[in-house]
């Protein structure tokens, strides 16, 4: 009864190889976010869709995007990884975005992507 | 901008130790505030949360946390710890105009046996 599913859970990729990682949810939440979270630091937002918007972070590189094909799955694109983006990647997804109380967001494993 | 600090880095205790995990945020106005849990090689998952009322907030495995608005903080706390709590707490606050949810930077809670 897995809510937030992400695929794969590990990933290793060569430096400039485009990757894709995976995300799907059976909670039928509108909201769904990819969060980049380094060795010993806070998850950091890269960009979050409201149903089909996209809200992209001010500081996410161009290098990171992101499709939404429907309300179940999210992809997040990286078309040309370098080093520094050897880090675990987070799905989430909450109902509504806000300060209500269907916010809370329920996250997936995470996708650990090494870049070598 | 706003913030969520967390004190402790790392954290050392003894099986059957109180606990109390520090956490302030920035935010002046209405502002709903979190503690996740992160076990060795698993997925964040809530412990609790605060929206409004009752400060004192009762989450899952014996874990409390106690909104005290003059002070800006959510400290997390639990009266005695076992081995495995042994995992990596963050607190994380949605709030303001940022519309995101803003996390600390953690804190590492080992527990020996």
């Known amino acids: 009864d897995a809510m937030v599913i992400q695929n794969p859970r590990y990933q290793v990729t060569q430096f400039g190889k485009p990757v894709t990682l995976s995300c799907s949810q059976t909670?039928?939440?509108?909201?769904m976010y990819w969060y980049q979270q380094k060795s010993s630091q806070a998850p950091k937002l890269l960009f979050h869709?409201?149903?089909?918007?996209?809200?992209n972070e001010a500081d996410t590189p161009d290098n990171f995007q992101s499709r939404r094909p429907n309300t179940s799955f999210c992809f997040l694109d990286i078309r040309s990884p370098g080093l520094g983006d050897t880090a675990m990647y987070l799905c989430?997804?909450?109902?509504?975005?806000?300060?209500?109380?269907?916010?809370?967001?329920?996250f997936g494993p995470g996708t650990r992507l090494t870049v070598l | 901008a706003q913030s969520v600090s967390q004190h402790n880095h790392h954290v050392i205790l003894s099986e059957a130790a109180s606990l109390e995990l520090g956490c302030n945020y920035s935010y002046g106005g209405t502002v709903n505030l979190f503690w996740y849990v992160q076990y060795p090689g698993q997925h964040l998952q809530l412990l609790l949360k605060?929206?409004?009322?009752?400060?004192l907030v009762k989450g899952i495995k014996g874990f409390e946390a106690e909104f005290i608005k003059s002070k800006f903080s959510f400290n997390l706390r639990k009266p005695s710890v076992q081995w495995s709590d042994t995992a990596e707490y963050f607190c994380?606050?949605?709030?303001?105009?940022?519309?995101?949810?803003?996390f600390g930077k953690g804190t590492k809670l080992s527990v020996k046996p």
């Open positions: 989430a997804t909450s109902r509504e975005t806000g300060t209500t109380v269907t916010d809370t967001q329920y």
């Open positions: 869709y409201y149903d089909k918007d996209f809200n």
């Open positions: 994380a606050a949605y709030g303001g105009s940022q519309g995101n949810l803003i």
């Open positions: 909670l039928n939440h509108n909201v």
């Open positions: 605060y929206f409004s009322g009752d400060p």
